[in-house]
């Protein structure tokens, strides 16, 4: 088995093997372009070195050293060698993009003897040093787990001495004093000298890079992005190409289009005499990449050239690292461009007009749970025209926040916990910001540029991010931020506006976003590829007209329990609900049902001639009654039922499991006139809109928590039984459909006798999960969090489908309801009808519609036109 390829034996095919870096490193090498020379060691070593108790096998040692040797032949550099030594980098990569979570160590090879070597033939003594000292912070920090401050220490100490204002004004002789309290430093932590022999050196850094795929923030960000533990990474070694020697070398990094906004047009960033991660690392703020037109012309054209065949070939933008050396280009890396939702879709529609990718590609380009961006609120332009503009930093990742200020990830972490609405504050973000960054609702640094780590993975996040906002002074040992004459503490509003690059005082109030253009022609596509119906859960006109903006086909959940709640009604509901007899109960609830005609009316007309399915009354009585002795004391003396009556009511009702308890169908069984009022409401309802807008209304009720088909049948008579009796009375006569949610396992595994009473089934997944995992779904949050550490659930079950266990379920009624009744109406009303995930599996299995919250209608019908593809 082969564990090494050089770079010219891959290809952009074999990610799951090389990771991504070494599969593009191999197609760049394949297609001609100025790749310096190297081989990957496979994502299959990583693993074997983990299963081996985190030991590289001999066999995979001798390879290794095999390439190096061809390495050698082809540069015609020679490890150790003090003439003409041969210094590598050492890169991760793994198959799915991590960008920043894992490590890369450059200039490996150094050594006091090679650093002269280099010295000599570069002519550039100062520039060997620099490297030599960069080698060993690198190595002490990744291989060695050295803290990044120690050497900082020594390094400003000896800039300080000097009255030194930047890194470049240090000498050779100054960076060689460097060295030696660096060699010192490292003999203390580690009780031994740092390694001299760059094959040794070589094997500890390929480790440390292995070791690197198991750290706090890999393994953060796989859990964030989905990204299973055990694919491993790749590592790269490869020649190394010098952007810090002078003026005529540089370092930098472009995409082919703005992952901004999607504009066609390089957009990128480069630093002159500059090496590696200084770009990215946002510790100088870089030039914009048209400056390099000036500073090397020729490079200039030759790299726009490569951009735009780079694209060509991989018919999507790219993200590039490049370095110039010389006056030469050397290409670093290439993969395809992570983009904001904005970007994603106008380069999607515009690759698609150039001809370069079909509808198809173009619609799988946008990742469902990205538009998401698209959906959220601007500030209101009102607001925002009296807002009081503080300064301008880079527009780094589009958006609107408004939060108060923290200074550090946990605590802007804390702050949301409690509650708060958060804007992170930093000088720049490193990978260990991230969790903060999850937390906040906006980023602010000082420093960094479009391309550095806070510009990133805010874009990946959809979070808002203003960067490189050189105005303002951050002192976060303080925690103060300074802005012109304002200083703000932490807890302090502040909005930004990333799309702009604006930071503003205050609270800005925020509105709704345009839904036209590209993002109308995307989803114009995805409506035509997708075969699924997508319908929203809402139980008022103002969701429903919302839905109907986004996309939805229909209402596939009307819950009419929120509607009990209204301050007018909830005197009757309680009245009803403490009635002693039947007598009592339906003078009550004939109080209540003008209310629920004009609640479906309303809902009627906001969705037009478009579906409607209306579920009967479904939670526990209990939960419309006070709990505390207070509340029942306030209750009485508002109702005037004696407080004995209202507090012995109340025991009585209280169930020690509430959701397992006296709701759903359950209720309607025992007091079907609550049934009766639901359904004279949905059909008087129908019956004067079908009048009043001539909308042809076909009313659809569902009965929730059914387990057996008497049950159903129960119900059913009783719903049946009124609406003929209100077509008779009011003389008219329509279709309607009675038909169920499925939830409970037993009326899955007993799906073709529910079908002879049902008309249509709909899946309450949220409950058909709690019951076929015996998971409270409002106690589990901690158990399932754990489990999910632990890797006994990839996901967590309430937000995408169990397949195995849940989907068997689901696939089986689908099956067994098809059986009975061939015609039969399928769909999905769980929260589970909005994941991208579980909407391809309702494909797949043959549902007619998901259903979802409004806002995710569009994620919804993207994806379900991506699980038609
Ligand atoms: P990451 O995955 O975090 O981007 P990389 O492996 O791409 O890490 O390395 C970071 C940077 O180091 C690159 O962008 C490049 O500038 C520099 N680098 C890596 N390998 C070399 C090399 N062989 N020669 C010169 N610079 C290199
Ligand atoms: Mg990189
Ligand atoms: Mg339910």
Not at 245 to 251: A, D, F, K, P
Not at 262 to 284: C, H, P, S, T, Y
Not at 559 to 569: D, K, Q
Not at 629 to 640: F, R, T, V
Request: glycine letters at 8%; one cysteine or more; charged letters at 30%.
């Amino acid at each position: 088995k082969k564990f090494v390829y050089s770079f010219n034996e891959g290809s952009k095919d074999m990610k799951d093997l090389l990771g991504g870096k070494g599969a593009n490193l191999a197609e760049m090498t394949k297609i001609g372009l100025p790749v310096p020379f190297g081989f990957t060691v496979t994502t299959e070593a990583c693993n074997r070195y983990y299963d081996e108790g985190k030991k590289i096998g001999d066999d995979i040692v001798a390879s290794i050293f095999e390439k190096l040797e061809e390495l050698e032949n082809t540069t015609g550099k020679k490890f150790g060698d003090v003439e003409n030594p041969l210094l590598v980098s050492v890169r991760s990569g793994a198959k799915i993009s991590m960008p920043g979570m894992m490590d890369t160590i450059l200039n490996l090879g150094l050594n006091d003897q090679t650093v002269e070597g280099l010295a000599a033939l570069t002519e550039n003594p100062r520039f060997a040093y620099d490297s030599y000292r960069r080698f060993i912070q690198m190595f002490g920090d990744v291989v060695m787990e050295i803290a990044k401050t120690k050497f900082d220490a020594i390094f400003d100490a000896k800039k300080e001495e000097h009255g030194y204002e930047f890194d470049v004004d240090l000498t050779t002789e100054d960076l060689k004093e460097i060295i030696v309290g660096y060699k010192a430093l490292v003999k203390e932590e580690m009780g031994r000298d740092f390694p001299q022999e760059p094959k040794d050196q070589l094997m500890e850094a390929i480790m440390a890079v292995f070791r690197s795929w198991n750290n706090d923030r890999a393994i953060l960000y796989r859990q964030l992005n989905e990204i299973p533990d055990s694919i491993g990474t790749a590592v790269n070694v490869q020649s190394m190409v010098f952007g810090n020697m002078g003026e005529t070398s540089g370092t930098g990094v472009a995409f082919t289009r703005s992952p901004v906004n999607g504009e066609k047009a390089i957009f990128g960033e480069f630093l002159v005499n500059a090496q590696g991660e200084d770009v990215v690392a946002g510790i100088r703020t870089p030039q914009p990449i048209a400056e390099m037109a000036q500073a090397f012309p020729e490079v200039y054209t030759e790299f726009t050239r490569i951009a735009e065949l780079l694209e060509k070939h991989y018919t999507d933008m790219q993200d590039m690292e490049f370095t110039v050396e010389r006056n030469k280009l050397f290409m670093l890396q290439t993969r395809n461009g992570k983009r904001t939702a904005p970007a994603a879709v106008k380069i999607a529609v515009d690759m698609q007009s150039e001809g370069l990718i079909d509808k198809e590609t173009a619609v799988m380009r946008i990742e469902p749970a990205q538009i998401d961006q698209l959906l959220h609120p601007m500030f209101d332009a009102e607001e925002l025209k009296e807002a009081e503009k503080l300064t301008k930093g880079l527009p780094a990742s589009p958006g609107a926040a408004t939060g108060q200020i923290y200074f550090n990830a946990s605590d802007a972490e804390t702050a949301v916990a409690n509650g708060a609405k958060a804007i992170l504050v930093r000088l720049e973000t490193s990978p260990e910001d991230l969790a903060g960054m999850v937390a906040a609702e906006g980023i602010l640094t000082a420093r960094g540029g479009m391309t550095s780590h806070a510009a990133v993975v805010a874009r990946g996040m959809g979070k808002c991010c203003v960067s490189g906002c050189a105005e303002i002074k951050v002192d976060e040992e303080a925690k103060e931020l300074t802005i012109g004459e304002y200083v703000f503490k932490e807890g302090d509003y502040i909005s930004l506006d990333g799309t702009a690059g604006d930071v503003l005082k205050g609270q800005i109030k925020t509105v709704p976003p345009e839904l036209s253009g590209d993002f109308a022609e995307i989803m114009s596509w995805a409506d035509e590829i997708r075969t699924l119906k997508i319908r929203t859960n809402a139980d008022n006109p103002r969701d429903a007209k919302q839905a109907v903006e986004f996309g939805a086909e229909g209402i596939g959940l009307c819950r009419t329990e929120h509607m009990f709640f209204e301050e007018e009604r909830i005197p009757a509901v309680r009245r009803m609900i403490l009635a002693d007899s039947e007598e009592e109960r339906r003078e009550a609830l004939k109080f209540l049902l003008p209310y629920q005609k004009g609640d479906f009316k309303g809902i009627y007309e906001a969705m037009g001639d478009r579906p409607v399915t209306i579920r009967l009354l479904d939670p526990p009585l209990h939960e419309f009654l006070p709990h505390t002795d207070e509340e029942i004391k306030a209750l009485s003396e508002q109702i005037g039922v004696p407080y004995e009556k209202l507090a012995k009511k109340t025991q009585e009702l209280h169930e020690f499991n509430p959701m397992l308890g006296h709701r759903g169908c359950r209720l309607a069984v025992t007091y079907p006139e609550i049934a009766e009022m639901q359904a004279e409401a949905i059909i008087m309802a129908a019956i004067e809109v079908r009048k009043e807008q001539g909308l042809d209304i076909i009313p659809e009720i569902m009965i929730p928590l059914v387990g057996m088909r008497k049950e159903l049948a129960d119900v059913k008579a009783t719903v049946v039984k009124t609406v003929e009796a209100v077509l008779e009375r009011e003389g008219v006569k329509f279709d309607y459909l009675i038909g169920t949610m499925i939830e409970i396992p037993r009326a899955a595994l007993t799906a073709d006798e529910i079908a002879e009473e049902a008309e249509f089934f709909s899946f309450g997944t949220n409950d058909l999960t709690q019951m076929t995992f015996g998971f409270s779904r409002d106690d589990t949050g901690k158990i399932i969090k754990e489990y999910r550490e632990k890797g006994i659930f990839d996901d967590d079950p309430f937000q995408s489908i169990d397949q195995v266990g849940v989907g068997k379920l689901v696939k089986m009624a689908v099956e067994l309801g098809k059986q009975t009744r061939p015609s039969i109406k399928l769909g999905i009303c769980g929260e589970h009808g909005g994941d991208p995930k579980s909407i391809e599996f309702c494909n797949a299995v043959g549902l007619q519609y998901v259903s979802c919250s409004p806002f995710r209608v569009p994620i919804a019908r993207l994806a379900a036109a991506q699980a038609a593809i």
